[in-house]
Nanobody, 115 residues
């Protein structure tokens, strides 16, 4: 089965940090581009970060300098380290994997930034 399972979400105070994990199965992980997107209530889903199969990364403007995406091909896992969190980072965070026309999405994990 093809599956992406996110974990690590939760409640954190502004300025705090969280580390999200996404474990992939059913795909040849190393050849897929991996990424994180997020969606807040009433807003469109937006790309947060992406890492391609060669390790190159891209970030949304709103998270540059605060978030870091990384991948561990030996563990079939992609991570999102989130630092200096802001209330506007509150959203459901979705892991995704893509290669050519193939695209897979996880179920999401809630991140809430609030004091």
């Amino acid at each position: 089965q093809v599956q992406l399972v996110e974990s690590g979400g939760g409640l954190v105070q502004p300025g705090g940090s969280l580390r999200l994990s996404c474990a992939a199965s059913g795909i040849i992980f190393r050849i897929y581009a991996m990424g994180w997107s997020r969606q807040a209530p009433g807003k469109q889903r937006e790309l947060v970060a992406r890492v391609n199969s060669a390790g190159g990364t891209n970030y949304g403007d709103s998270v540059k300098g605060r978030f870091t995406i990384s991948r561990d091909n030996a563990k079939n896992t992609v991570y999102l380290q989130m630092n200096s969190l802001k209330p506007e980072d509150t959203a459901v965070y979705y892991c995704h994997a893509g290669r050519g026309s193939d695209y897979i999405w996880g179920q999401g994990t809630q991140v809430t930034v609030s004091s």
